[in-house]
């Protein structure tokens, strides 16, 4: 059975986290969604001079207070990357990579992600073009899978395809080495475009191209608009009114996602604005 949460919180950066204190202040039935760090942009920081109360305090410093006070308000970051979420009306759907969740609310805490989409991405998305291997492997059962990687944790995955396509090809878009089974086709070359007609048929790079029956785009964060269906943005940012709704009711955002400064004081305090608004929200269902 499908357990249905008040609020669900997409993303542990500080906006999320002081989301998810308020949601717990209030007592509300909360997850939120993340990793142990937290932020890349958090544990790299060297110091933090804009944070009230917080003058010179590196990153990994900030890190450890905040693991303090989760660990006292009993708060788990639930590790698993969402893909998709779906409004349903009077609740949302939550599509991870490990499991399916509903809620009466979601706020996206997602940051910002300067990755540009590929050509040809969005157009053939859930069209041969996916972003969650784990979701979709079973559709390319005997078929040709590409795995257009942005992070080398993402190599277990291709090497999980590799028990179920009939040839898997691997594109690593970061520096690292590759290290992969040896059946695995590692390619390191630039991606051009997804082309195909009504479904994605091949990927072009810029000195070759890959005939291929599907295509996985592997990100740490994936574009709201595609996030959320329907969900509307201005420019790059997720578009909200000032008690952080979006143009889908029950759903909010804070942080970077929605907008300049990006500045941990600055998402720390609309993701407490994203959490009120949400409760306040809950209260009008009642």
């Known amino acids: 059975m499908v357990q249905r949460y008040d609020i669900a919180i997409v993303g542990s950066g500080p906006a999320g986290l002081s989301a998810s204190l308020n949601a717990c202040v209030r007592k509300k ?6 990793n142990k760090n937290y932020s890349d942009k958090l544990i790299k920081a060297v110091k933090i001079n804009n944070y009230l109360g917080l003058s010179g305090k ?3 410093e900030f890190k450890n207070e905040i693991d303090k006070q989760l660990s006292l308000m009993n708060i788990v970051v639930t590790e698993e990357k969402v893909n998709t979420v779906f409004a349903m009306g009077s609740y949302f759907i939550i599509v991870s990579d490990k499991g399916t969740y509903e809620a009466k609310t979601v706020i996206l805490a997602t940051g910002i992600s300067f990755e540009g989409a590929i050509d040809g991405e969005k157009e053939h998305l859930g069209r041969g073009v996916s972003y969650c291997v784990t979701c979709d492997a079973q559709l390319c059962k005997n078929k040709v899978s590409t795995i257009i990687s ?7 995955e291709a090497e999980f395809l590799l028990g179920i396509s009939s040839e898997v ?45 599907y295509v996985f785009i592997l990100r740490d964060r994936i574009s709201p ?8 943005m201005n420019e790059n940012h997720i578009a909200v009114d000032r008690l952080m709704q979006t143009n889908i009711k029950g759903c909010f955002a804070a942080g970077d996602a929605v907008g300049k ?10 993701g407490n604005i994203a959490a009120l608004s949400a409760i306040e929200y ?3 269902l009642k």
Do not use: W
């Not at 039935?29 to 993340?34: E, R, T, V």
């Not at 594109?171 to 991606?191: E, F, L, R, T």
């Not at 595609?226 to 969900?231: D, I």
């Open 261 to 270: 400064p990006y500045q941990y004081i600055k998402a720390a305090g609309e």
């Open 150 to 156: 942005y992070s080398s944790k993402y190599e277990t």
């Open 58 to 60: 590196s990153g990994v």
């Open 225 to 232: 608009i595609q996030l959320v269906p329907g969900l509307k």
């Open 29 to 34: 039935k909360f997850i939120i969604f993340g």
């Open 282 to 284: 809950l209260q009008s």
């Open 169 to 213: 090809f691997y594109v690593p878009v970061y520096k690292a080495d590759v290290k992969v089974n040896s059946k695995i086709h590692v390619i390191k070359d630039k991606v051009i475009s997804i082309e195909g007609g009504y479904k994605a048929a091949k990927v072009q790079l810029k000195n070759e191209s890959i005939k291929t029956d």
